[in-house]
């Protein structure tokens, strides 16, 4: 598995902070559930923290490239992205995977 990142730290965004057209992006929440959900911006394109999975600790043994990082979105069969919290879960890294 290949990794990029640039480690620049992003700022966590929080729902309530939304505009109107990127909420638009989110119809699938409530109001509600908008405003308690947390995102981040990532080349340009606004992704929900809620849809991440968590790196385990059966994928560390199976690949150790994974070791430093908390989720893990797949965009595709061999390709995604994956992040990892820093400054007490204020920021996060973005890096992409390759299988």
């Given at each position: 598995?290949d990794?990029?990142?640039?480690?620049?730290p992003r700022?966590?965004?929080?729902?309530?902070?939304l505009?109107?057209?990127?909420?638009?992006e989110?119809?699938?929440?409530?109001?509600?559930?908008?405003?308690e959900s947390?995102?981040?911006k990532?080349?340009?394109?606004l992704y929900?923290?809620?849809?991440?999975?968590?790196?385990?600790?059966?994928?560390?043994?199976?690949d150790?490239?994974l070791?430093e990082?908390?989720?893990?979105m797949?965009?595709?069969?061999?390709?995604?992205?994956?992040i990892?919290?820093?400054?007490?879960?204020?920021?996060?890294?973005v890096?992409?995977?390759?299988s």
């Amino acid at each position: 598995m290949d990794i990029v990142t640039n480690n620049v730290p992003r700022q966590l965004i929080n729902g309530f902070e939304l505009s109107d057209k990127e909420r638009e992006e989110f119809d699938y929440l409530s109001d509600d559930e908008l405003c308690e959900s947390v995102f981040f911006k990532y080349k340009g394109e606004l992704y929900d923290l809620g849809e991440f999975m968590v790196v385990t600790n059966t994928m560390v043994l199976h690949d150790s490239q994974l070791k430093e990082w908390h989720g893990f979105m797949a965009d595709s069969h061999f390709s995604g992205i994956l992040i990892r919290y820093v400054e007490r879960d204020e920021e996060i890294i973005v890096g992409k995977f390759f299988s």
